[in-house]
């Protein structure tokens, strides 16, 4: 870690707005225990390359003043990072003061640069439903080649059918995520298989079933600008 940086640890996400712009990095410790020290340690002086994602959206301070906290409604107070986008542009263009997430969940860097490819592979009937399958591949651009990459799936729905009115459909939701080591040149393959009940979607009532219609998959290892796309058709007769 090189110039400004901030080490933090901490249990849940934490309003940190002033300490980004003086800082060139933030690590981030979530209940590190009792060997915490040494894993940041290690980790500020590069004898690792092994990091994780965050698992939930970092908001501003500004969150307190732009939600109704007696709302416990998802996507009407948009909590969480399915809706919480949806809600912070509503806002604004109400005239409310809601900002931009600090960070999203899933964000995550390491000390290498990642390019990503994705195949989707023939879709297979199973037991519990459609099974989705994808061939993804990882390259190190940049930084170190050794060490391991998070690899995650998201669905993003387009265009469904089957829904009540009024249903709000989440700007993305997780499907999938693995970690695997990288080879020596810095390269990993994976195969990310989506449970059918992860593409789910819920309807007004709770009911939660495989929706026809547009999806997008979003392949990401962390960083927003190294995301690639490929689409996704479910058709109304299920697998075929």
Not at 42 to 65: A, C, D, Q, V
Not at 148 to 161: G, I, K, R, T
Not at 214 to 231: H, K, M, Q, R
Request: hydrophobic letters at 40%; a negative charge; aromatic letters at 8%.
């Amino acid at each position: 870690m090189r110039g400004n940086g901030k080490a933090i640890s901490a249990g849940d996400g934490i309003a940190i707005d002033k300490l980004l712009a003086p800082s060139d990095a933030i690590l981030f410790h979530s209940y590190p225990g009792g060997t915490g020290g040494t894993a940041i340690a290690e980790s500020i002086y590069g004898l690792h390359n092994r990091f994780g994602r965050l698992t939930m959206t970092w908001l501003p301070k500004s969150f307190e003043s732009s939600v109704d906290f007696s709302d416990f409604g998802f996507a009407t107070a948009g909590r969480s990072y399915r809706y919480y986008q949806e809600q912070q542009q509503q806002q604004e263009e109400d005239g409310g003061s809601a900002s931009k997430a600090l960070f999203s969940f899933g964000e995550g860097m390491s000390f290498s640069d990642h390019a990503l490819s994705a195949m989707a592979l023939p879709v297979m009937p199973s037991s519990s439903g459609c099974e989705l399958a994808y061939d993804v591949a990882v390259n190190t651009t940049a930084g170190v080649k050794a060490g391991d990459v998070v690899v995650m799936a998201f669905l993003v729905p387009e265009s469904v059918a089957g829904l009540a009115p009024g249903t709000p459909l989440p700007k993305r939701q997780l499907v999938a995520a693995q970690r695997v080591t990288k080879q020596e040149d810095g390269s990993a393959e994976m195969l990310l298989t989506l449970d059918p009940a992860a593409v789910q979607l819920t309807d007004l009532d709770g009911s939660r079933a495989l929706r026809a219609g547009s999806y997008t998959v979003v392949f990401s290892s962390g960083v927003a600008s190294g995301e690639i796309t490929l689409p996704l058709r479910i058709p109304a007769t299920g697998c075929n």
